[in-house]
Nanobody, 122 residues
Framework: VQLVESGGGLVQAGGSLRLSCAAS????????MGWFRQAPGKEREFVAA????????RYADSVKGRFTIARDNGKITLYLQMNSLKPEDTAVYYC????????????????WGQGTQVTVSS
C-alpha cells in the first residue's frame, strides 16, 4: 500500500489549501480514509475521516466548519480542503487508510503516508 500526500505549503492566516492523497496497492473504494496531523512537540491527532461507501464524515472539533474531507474513488484520491487556516493548524498532515476494509467507523488506521508540511503564518 502506498499513500502519497501533496498540496502542503506556506499560507497566511485566513488562507486556504487543498491537500491530496494518491493511493495505490489497495481497493481504495472499500476503505475508510482519514487525515491526521502532528505539530512540533505534540502527538499526532485526528483531523477528519470519511467512510468507504456512504460518504459519511467525521471531524475533530478544532476543524469543524473550516475543513472538508472528500474522496474521488474513480481517481483513487483523498482530499482535504482547508479554509480559514490558523497558525495552530501548522503541522505535518498525514493521509491514512483504515486497517480493515469495509468498516465504519474504522477501529484504527493501518496504512500511512509520509506526510506533507502545512505552515500557517500569522
Amino acid at each position: 500500500v502506498q499513500l502519497v500526500e501533496s498540496g502542503g505549503g506556506l499560507v497566511q492566516a485566513g488562507g486556504s489549501l487543498r491537500l491530496s492523497c494518491a493511493a495505490s496497492g489497495l481497493s481504495f473504494s472499500s476503505y475508510a480514509m482519514g487525515w491526521f496531523r502532528q505539530a512540533p512537540g505534540k502527538e499526532r491527532e485526528f483531523v477528519a475521516a470519511i467512510s468507504w461507501r456512504t460518504g459519511s464524515t467525521r471531524y475533530a472539533d478544532s476543524v469543524k466548519g473550516r475543513f472538508t474531507i472528500a474522496r474521488d474513488n474513480g481517481k483513487i484520491t483523498l482530499y482535504l480542503q482547508m479554509n480559514s487556516l490558523k497558525p495552530e493548524d501548522t503541522a505535518v498532515y498525514y493521509c491514512a487508510a483504515a486497517r480493515r476494509a469495509g468498516t465504519w467507523p474504522p477501529a484504527d488506521f493501518g496504512f500511512w503516508g509520509q506526510g506533507t508540511q502545512v505552515t500557517v503564518s500569522s
